[in-house]
Every structure is written in C-alpha cells, then in structure tokens.
C-alpha cells in the first residue's frame, strides 16, 4: 500500500482517539452533543494537518526559531500540567493509576509489603519494578503526577536529539498537546501514556544507536527484560520493532534460546527485591502483579495484537513505519476489542459505562504522532 495512504490511516487513528474520548468525556459537560463536541475536533484538527501536509513543507523556520517555540511550548505544558495536578483532588476521581502507585509507595517506605497496597478505589495494584523505580523521585516531590511531565518533556528532547530534527520533536509535542486523550491522561494523573512514551524513546534509542539483534543480540534482550519490567503490554512495540530480526535467526534455534533467556531473566531479576522481601508472599498472593496485568484483556486479543505486530514488523524498516507499525497494531487490536465490547453488550456501555478503558485505545497515540512528525519532516526534506 502507498505509504501515504498508510500514514493517512494513522492520521485518521489519531484524531479518532481523541474523537472517542471527547466524545464520552464531554458528555454531560457541555450543553452541545458530545458526537457534535468529538466529530468537531476531528473536523478541524484534520483540516489543520491536511493543509500542514499539503502547504507546511514550504515553510522554513531556521533552527534558532524552532528552539525558542519548542521550548515555549514545553513550559506552557509544564505550567498547564502543575496547574491541573494541583487544582484537582485525584481522590474524586474514577481513575485509581495514580493511587496504585502512590500507595505502592506509602507502603513500601513504611516497610511493608507493598503489592498489598490498594488503591483508593479498592483494587489491588500491579505496577512492575523498573516502572516503580522510574516514579521514585516524583513520589519523592510529593505527587506521583509529576512523572507525566518529566516523562513527556525528556520524550520530547529525546527525540530532536534521537533524529538530530528539532522539527520533529516541535510537531510531535504539538501534537500530543493537541490531544484530549493525553490531557486526560495528565488530569487524572494516569501513568499509562508515559509508559507508551518510554517504550517510544527506547526503541528510537536502539533503532538510531544501530543496536539491533544481528549485532548486539544481549543489548537488546536486556533492553526487552527491561522494558517488560515497565508494563507487559510493550510487548506489541517491541513485537513490532524486533519480530522480523529475531524471525531471520529461525536457522539458529539456540541464539534465539539463549537471547530469550537473557531477556526472561533480566525480567526476572528485576522483581529479585520483592522475592527476596517475601517470595511465598509475591508467588502465592491471588492479586499478584502477573495475574493483575494479563487479565485485563482476553487472550484472544493479545493473540491478535501479537500476529498484528509481527506482521506490520515484516514492514518496518525505518523509524517512520517502525512507530506506523506500532500505532496500527495497537489501534487495530483496541478498535476489535471495542467493537466486540458493543456487540457483546452495547455502544454505550462499552464507551460511556466503563464497558472498555478507553486509555488502551490510547496506547498508539505517542506512536501515530512520532510517526506523523517523522513523515512531516520526511517531506520537508523533499521539498
């Protein structure tokens, strides 16, 4: 398929996540339609970069410029975001994310096992080691909430260093400050889009540093042990990012062995505080952090995201389709599952009664914006 048609379709997936949100969360809200509220914003904001695509390659801005209205930019995200953080009370709120870490927190410096922590909405949670070391310092400020910014501003710098292209990293930050989905994200102090992010900027680290598994077979299976350690959905991303390298080693059964170990056990390793804490606790315990985390979906799904991924990596080259891969995968997996949601059920129930947590629809945002900045700057340079 044509690759503008393609980027075409991760365009439409982008305002389609937004759409959806605006379209359940201004219900209520808002004396106009809520459909009205998300079809307008897909409206406008698909003009907007319909006519970037077609006009804003003519326009140069030198590198000084594009500095100054990055850095604009990221202080008025900065400021927006403390602002929201600190006017809302995340005890009002439907959204437990932020107090699964939180609570994580108050217990484990109280010296007690923290993966009985609960959040304020009564479940238990599951975050994984490397994703709990990585909120320490924003604990440690005072507002776990805090990690969204730190997050989306080091994913921004990273990716203008990571492309050597401050444009880049312009339009991708305005994008996702153009996104409702993400805003959500910051108000309600959820962690999940800043995951997506981290696992964004460590497949770009690796693509641009040439760490592939050909060359640096265990650089890699400890950056996936790694990365597992954030969030077990990452495997899409890095599904989509290595299948097709680790496919080419098929002949070699015992590098694939050995490399799937490395990475198992560097997974492994990470969790080691926690069972030599209290392994009977961690193994035994029925809200463990591994039953938490894959049971949120059916296996079906993740069966279709694993095939979805594998195939769009056969595809993936080059950061542009890597990330246009990624966001697919994932778009197309939510969109089954909502679809299957609505019918098993309703419309309704699916998106305006909790029937589906659209933040896994938002999964692919931080990646169909990385790869609509990359095609932005890819016809630029054509220009």
């Known amino acids: ?37 998300g079809g307008g914003y897909m409206l406008v904001v698909g003009l907007i970069l319909a006519a970037y695509s077609k006009y804003g390659n003519r326009q140069t801005l030198s590198l000084r410029v594009e500095k100054i209205l990055l850095s604009v930019m990221l202080a008025l995200f900065t400021i927006s975001a403390l602002f929201i953080l600190h006017t809302i009370d995340p005890n009002q709120l439907k959204v437990d994310r932020w107090s699964a870490l939180h609570n994580f927190f108050v217990l484990m410096f109280d010296g007690k096992y923290p993966y009985d922590a609960v959040t304020h909405m009564g479940q238990y949670a599951s975050p994984f080691p490397v994703w709990i070391a990585l909120h320490i310092p924003a604990y440690l400020l005072g507002n776990v909430g805090y990690s969204q910014i730190l997050f989306f501003v080091g994913t921004v710098v990273a990716i203008g260093m990571l492309t050597k292209n401050v444009r880049v990293s312009l339009l991708f930050c305005f994008l996702m400050m153009a996104s409702p989905a993400f805003w959500y994200e910051v108000a309600v102090s959820s962690d999940f889009m800043s995951n997506m992010m981290v696992a964004a900027v460590a497949i770009a680290y690796m ?20 990365l597992f350690s954030t969030r077990l959905l990452v495997a899409i991303p890095l599904t989509v990012f290595l299948f097709a390298d680790f496919w080419q080693l098929r002949a070699n059964t015992k590098r694939m062995v050995t490399i799937s170990a490395v990475a198992m056990g560097i997974f492994v390793l990470t969790f080691l505080p926690f069972i030599l804490w209290d392994i009977r606790h961690l193994a035994f315990l029925r809200h463990n952090p591994f039953i938490l985390q894959t049971n949120k979906m059916d296996l079906w799904l993740v069966i279709v995201g694993v095939v979805l991924a594998a195939g769009a990596s056969l595809y993936a080259k080059g950061l542009r389709s890597i990330n246009t891969g990624i966001a ?55 220009a």
């Open 1 to 37: 398929m044509n690759s503008n048609r393609v980027t075409a379709f991760v365009g439409l997936l982008f305002l389609s996540i937004n759409g959806l949100f605006l379209t359940k969360y201004a219900d209520g809200i808002t004396p106009i339609n809520s459909y009205i509220v």
């Open 207 to 226: 693509h641009t540093r040439n760490i592939q598994l050909y060359n640096n077979p265990y650089k890699v299976a400890i950056a996936v042990g790694v």
């Open 328 to 382: 697919l995968s994932l778009g197309v997996m939510m969109v089954i599952y909502l679809i299957v949601n609505s019918v098993e059920d309703s419309w309704n129930f699916a998106v305006f009664s909790n029937g589906i947590d659209l933040v896994y629809i938002a999964s692919a945002l931080p990646f169909a914006a990385l790869a609509l900045a990359i095609y932005a700057m890819d016809k630029t340079k054509k």
